[in-house]
């Protein structure tokens, strides 16, 4: 699938962190009918996510503007899991979410864990049409109770090969620019 030359992903780094950290904070106002979050005294919902050495970051952008943001967590050399995935609902049904989805699959060879929160009913539609494209109808689906999340729906699948890959962001990215981005912190109101 090819989009716009005005569409490209970039990965989070601490230069860019700001813009993931307002993303989420519309991700998990959007959620939270179904978390049950609330935002705290200054307005902002805890994350649930960072970006650190396990947990990779993607923001995309649209016509040089933020339209999306996806947490991808690496629990071994082969096996990833979407954390978080966001489009902005002003580019939504425009295949930008697909495209999204199956560009950041083909960064990361292996075997792959989908979650939804069970009662998010098109976030399931969206990622089974979105792997059954991607695999040909080629992949597993279940439901179990989370630790964390309760009920959930689950999709897996595998685009592993054998050959080893490397990260296309490695030779360009210094670690030390990719680690260590802290988890979004409440600014504290100033006492009067």
């Known amino acids: ?22 993303l989420a904070q519309a991700y998990e106002a959007e959620i939270s009918p179904y978390t049950h979050k609330k935002p705290d005294s200054n307005g902002q919902y805890p994350l649930d996510s960072d970006v650190t050495l396990s947990n990779r970051g993607y923001l995309i952008y649209h016509n040089s503007t933020p339209a999306g943001f996806s947490i991808i967590q690496t629990t071994n050399k082969n096996t990833h899991d979407i954390c ?27 075997h792959w864990h989908v979650k939804q929160l069970i009662n998010i009913n098109y976030a ?44 296309p962001s490695e030779s360009r990215l210094k670690k030390s620019r990719r680690l260590s981005i802290p988890r979004w912190q409440p600014r504290k109101q100033a006492q009067s």
């Open 84 to 110: 978080e995935f966001y489009i902005c609902p002003h580019v939504r049904n425009h295949k930008l979410g697909k495209w999204f989805a199956h560009h950041l699959f083909d960064l990361h060879k292996g």
């Open 1 to 22: 699938m090819k989009l716009s030359k005005q569409t490209k992903v970039t990965e989070i780094v601490v230069e860019n962190s700001h813009i993931w950290l307002n």
């Open 124 to 167: 399931t539609q969206f990622w089974r049409a979105v792997i059954r494209d991607y695999t040909g109808n080629n992949f597993t689906q279940h439901q179990y109770n989370h630790n964390y999340w309760g009920k959930v729906i689950e999709q897996r699948f595998s685009n592993y090969t054998d050959t080893p890959l490397t990260h």
